[in-house]
């Protein structure tokens, strides 16, 4: 990401993806249910093209804007909407897109906090879910994203950020 941002939210690289980490996984801990996840070392960009899977994505304008996004494979968005609802999932349905755009929400809900440590004011965008078998998500510089790969049961996931200065 561009150096400017992080010193303009008073951080660096390092502290800002510990410091989100930590924030994705109190949420899949404490609000999805789920506390096997871990994260992996990102060794390709995998933002721009996804098979068979469900896309949340919460938007964020202010004295930063960007866009938080949640990548996951059909089966696994299975398992977390399940785990969400206390309930067995076996299927894609309207449940599946609303509880993947609340994990996107609360993710963004979360690193909000983030970007406004300076009494900036971020405002959030209500949630957007894309799923199906084959698509590409072009959302800003790649120069300007943070990106994590996680492993949850052998599957993996991703949650990136694309963060541009006003």
């Not at 404490?30 to 096997?36: H, L």
Request: charged share 20%; aromatic share 8%.
């Amino acid at each position: 990401m561009d150096s400017a941002i992080y010193e303009k939210l008073g951080t660096t690289e390092e502290v800002l993806i510990k410091q989100f980490h930590s924030d994705v996984q109190e949420i899949f801990t404490t609000m999805v249910g789920v506390e096997d996840i871990m994260q992996l070392q990102l060794q390709v960009d995998p933002r721009t093209h996804f098979s068979d899977c469900v896309t949340a994505m919460v938007g964020f304008a202010g004295l930063f804007n960007g866009l938080v996004c949640l990548h996951v494979p059909q089966s696994l968005a299975l398992v977390f909407t399940s785990c969400m609802l206390g309930m067995e999932v076996t299927e894609h349905n309207e449940d599946v897109n609303d509880a993947l755009g609340e994990i996107a929400n609360m993710i963004a809900g979360s690193f909000k906090h983030h970007l406004s440590k300076d009494g900036h004011e971020v405002k959030l965008s209500t949630p957007s879910v894309v799923t199906g078998k084959e698509y590409i998500i072009s959302s800003g510089s790649s120069a300007n994203s943070l990106t994590l790969l996680y492993d949850s049961n052998g599957e993996w996931f991703i949650i990136s950020v694309v963060i541009e200065m006003d």
